[in-house]
């Protein structure tokens, strides 16, 4: 299915969940906030999320630093 990530298209293959693409992207779930159509997605829902074509998702990095 076609999405929409951070601004750039992608491919999405696997099963449709965000916790595929998550796994396919290489993210660490610990340290990423996610919106999927400007909704906020709490960890725990990660996994039951379907996504769909068209989807437009941004997965934020914690940074830190000081």
């Known amino acids: 299915m076609n999405l929409t990530v951070n601004g750039n298209p992608h491919r999405h293959a ?10 396919e992207l290489g ?3 610990a340290r990423v906030a996610i919106l999927v ?5 709490r960890r725990e829902d990660r996994d039951a999320v379907r996504l769909k074509e068209g ?8 940074v830190g630093g000081g």
């Open 14 to 23: 696997a099963d449709g969940t965000l916790g595929a693409l998550l796994k």
């Open 55 to 62: 989807d437009r998702l941004e997965i934020l990095a914690f």
């Open 37 to 41: 159509n400007e909704r906020v997605i």
């Open 27 to 29: 993210a660490d779930p």
